[in-house]
């Protein structure tokens, strides 16, 4: 913030929006089943839209999420486990981001629980997204 804009601040000119923030406990979220075998979800943030999503993503054991497209960028935090795919690893603390337009397929033979961040949904053979169409 400028010292323009906290002199106006402290002046009272400028006040914080109501209701501008939202604080969302996803420890008081259900796990919702993705399309997915074995991919559960907790929707964090969701503008349809704009196809924008953020949600944490549980894979279980085994998980496979498909052959699919990046419409635009994906960013991907792992928080435990590790999933891969043709071009590495990504295990717990590490971070992941796919390049718009690209093609793969991910797994996951521990399990993992990521951070998702999705400018645009995923497009699949037949539907795009983690929920059926």
């Not at 420890?27 to 559960?40: A, P, T, V």
Request: with cysteine; net charge negative.
């Amino acid at each position: 913030m400028s010292n323009a804009h906290t002199a106006q601040r402290l002046a009272g000119k400028l006040e914080p929006t109501p209701g501008g923030s939202v604080y969302v406990d996803p420890e008081k979220l259900e796990w919702q089943k993705s399309q997915f075998d074995k991919i559960w979800m907790k929707v964090l943030y969701r503008n349809d839209e704009a196809g924008e999503m953020t949600v944490l993503l549980k894979w279980e054991p085994g998980a496979v999420l498909p052959f699919h497209k990046h419409p635009e960028i994906e960013q991907s935090w792992v928080l435990e486990g590790s999933f891969y795919d043709h071009d590495g690893i990504c295990r717990a603390g590490q971070y992941v981001w796919r390049q718009p337009g690209s093609l793969h397929e991910t797994r996951s033979d521990e399990g993992c629980l990521l951070l998702a961040i999705y400018r645009k949904p995923n497009v699949f053979f037949h539907t795009a997204g983690f929920q059926a169409a």
